[in-house]
Nanobody, 121 residues
Framework: QVQLVESGGGLVQPGGSLRLSCAASGSIRSIQTMAWYRQAPGKQRELAATITSGSSTNYADSVKGRFTISRDNAKNTVYLQMNSLKPEDTAVYYC???????????????WGQGTQVTVSS
């Protein structure tokens, strides 16, 4: 039906950068808000950043000024540029999308499978 596929995770040294991508595919009529969450070991999943269909953005205080969320509506893709990475940014990063399916009236939320980001020297 709908798939969200993340990519771009990996191992990076403190102070380094990574760019995550999340591409949505399937019977999609339109995508509203897209977001990145993250879950560190032993912790609850937390919101990192959101972006609306009009490209308004919002960030958690912990990532503000270091992370940038963006989207390409033509490609149904959301990105997370992560700079000045810290060890405490280590987590599995998940994207989600609130979207309308073709021929369906209800807004639904879909999640990606997650991509590991490890910040370590």
């Amino acid at each position: 039906q709908v798939q969200l596929v993340e990519s771009g995770g990996g191992l990076v040294q403190p102070g380094g950068s990574l760019r995550l991508s999340c591409a949505a595919s399937g019977s999609i009529r339109s995508i509203q808000t897209m977001a990145w969450y993250r879950q560190a070991p032993g912790k609850q999943r937390e919101l990192a950043a959101t972006i609306t269909s009009g490209s308004s953005t919002n960030y958690a205080d912990s990532v503000k000024g270091r992370f940038t969320i963006s989207r390409d509506n033509a490609k149904n893709t959301v990105y997370l540029q992560m700079n000045s990475l810290k060890p405490e940014d280590t987590a599995v990063y998940y994207c989600n999308a609130d979207l309308f399916l073709e021929r369906r009236p209800s807004l639904r939320r879909y999640w990606g499978q997650g991509t590991q980001v490890t910040v370590s020297s």
